[in-house]
């Protein structure tokens, strides 16, 4: 499986993003995906994952109400909408599928996105 992130970019707070994660193989729809982010000098966090079925999705604390993940197997994407973007949300976000996703060890890594957010 091979996942590219894409759809950052630059916003003002308040806005909103959807970036998205496609994948090629056709494992991608029985595994679990998750959306990660990173900010130089600090550790990788989760802040969404989603089972194979996109049934059962969860969220770190810090972005609950604001993140939102989903999928389409059909398209062999999944999604992360954020809406009311802080700049505390600036961070490469890359998508990782199959594996331990929620332990942030999944199988499969895609090349993140930046997203900058400016107060």
């Known amino acids: 499986v091979q996942l590219q992130a894409s759809g950052g970019g630059l916003v003002q707070a308040g806005e909103s993003l959807r970036l998205s994660c496609a994948a090629s193989g056709r494992t991608f729809s029985t595994c679990g995906v998750g959306w990660f982010r990173q900010v130089p000098g600090k550790e990788r966090e989760i802040v969404a994952r989603i089972g194979w079925s996109g049934k059962d999705a969860a969220y770190t604390d810090t972005v609950k109400g604001r993140f939102t993940i989903s999928r389409d197997n059909a398209k062999n994407t999944a999604y992360l909408q954020i809406d009311s973007l802080k700049p505390e949300d600036t961070a490469v976000y890359s998508c990782?599928?199959?594996?331990?996703?929620?332990?942030?060890?999944?199988?499969?890594w895609g090349k993140g996105t930046q997203v900058t957010v400016s107060s």
């Open positions: 990782g599928a199959c594996g331990r996703v929620s332990s942030s060890d999944p199988t499969y």
